[in-house]
């Protein structure tokens, strides 16, 4: 398992629902089509103000994960250093190979998940993504988040050697298998330490349905190639005893996000990671969103979730340095920008 052990990072008790917002900033392209190096638009960067300024409604200070097309083009970029100076957000890398110098690897699948890739290329791609961000943007980045949440075996040391310290890709309970991606099935749901002194901070997922205690297991067998070929998946999720729902609104309703962070809380979950995609404020950019509507009404699932979670559910945003803090029992570092 990529990074085992894992040592838990404890929390202490009695701190509210905390809610870590994480939007992977990259490119648009075709998520139908094979990755195109020479799709670098970032034109969806300009629409992030609508997002933003929800969050900053609610008290909530979003960590923009940057990939290189965003980071080496100036307007983009310029967002970003200005947002970052100001507080208004934190900064951390997001590796697309594909688009990210140095050239080198055969494009296709398997090489689209970072964590594949020869370790001396992997460094080499995530070393000049760091620099790009750092002299464009003004941060030099210590979160990372793999793009395709393709975290590998070298990916641990990497992280370290370039001095980085907190990840942010890990999906438990999920396989990437079918075209060469990681299996976090088996990783913790909660955060933990891993490898050299590095914070892991999953993304948040859950089984909120009737037998939701033994969803992780009933959700393996019904998806199993016999369960497939009997419909399980279908039956249990309309059925509502088992669903295996992602906190994100990228297709996934206001109300059922708010349903299964109401269960994770009841199970004693602290930590809740709601993430989506920069191209999916721009109409067209991603498949969530298509139209002005669209997008109206993928902000207005986020208000939503953002008032139950900070009201409802009496929580409250959080950054990724806060999350090591706590753990850790150690101050936030006054220069925690990314």
Not at 153 to 166: D, H
Not at 192 to 210: A, H, K, S, V
Not at 262 to 286: C, I
Request: proline share 9%; with cysteine; aromatic share 8%.
């Amino acid at each position: 398992m990529i990074g085992a052990p894992f040592r838990p990072a404890r929390l202490p008790a009695g701190l509210p629902p905390l809610l870590l917002v994480v939007v992977d900033t990259e490119e648009e392209f075709d998520w139908s089509k094979p990755h195109d190096p020479m799709s670098r638009s970032v034109a969806s960067i300009a629409e992030q103000r609508h997002a933003q300024s929800l969050f900053e409604q609610f008290g909530v200070k979003p960590t923009y994960v940057v990939d290189h097309p965003v980071a080496a083009t100036a307007a983009s970029a310029a967002v970003f250093k200005d947002w970052a100076a100001a507080g208004r957000c934190l900064i951390g890398a997001h590796l697309h190979p594909w688009v990210n110098p140095p050239e080198g690897e055969a494009l296709n699948a398997c090489n689209s998940y970072p964590g594949n890739l020869p370790a001396e290329l992997e460094c080499e791609k995530l070393r000049i993504l760091t620099e790009t961000i750092a002299a464009n943007i003004g941060i030099g980045p210590k979160i990372y988040k793999a793009g395709r949440y393709g975290l590998g075996a070298n990916t641990p040391a990497i992280l370290k050697e370039l001095g980085y310290e907190i990840d942010l890709s890990v999906v438990p309970a999920t396989d990437f298998g079918e075209d060469g991606g990681p299996n976090f099935k088996g990783y913790p749901h909660d955060p933990y330490w891993f490898g050299d002194g590095l914070l892991e901070i999953p993304l948040t997922r859950g089984y909120p349905g009737i037998l939701g205690r033994f969803g992780e297991p009933a959700h393996h067998l019904a998806t199993s190639g016999l369960g497939r070929a009997l419909r399980l998946p279908g039956i249990l999720s309309r059925l509502r005893l088992v669903e295996r729902i992602p906190l994100t609104p990228e297709g996934v309703s206001a109300a059922d996000n708010c349903r299964l962070a109401r269960h994770l809380a009841k199970a004693g979950r602290q930590v809740f990671t709601y993430a989506y995609h920069s191209s999916s404020l721009l109409p067209g950019g991603a498949p969530y969103v298509r139209t002005l509507a669209d997008r109206q009404a993928f902000l207005d699932g986020i208000e939503a979730f953002l008032e139950f979670f900070t009201g409802e559910m009496g929580g409250r945003g959080t950054t990724p340095w806060e999350i090591k803090s706590l753990a850790a029992g150690t101050d936030i570092p006054e220069s925690a920008a990314g």
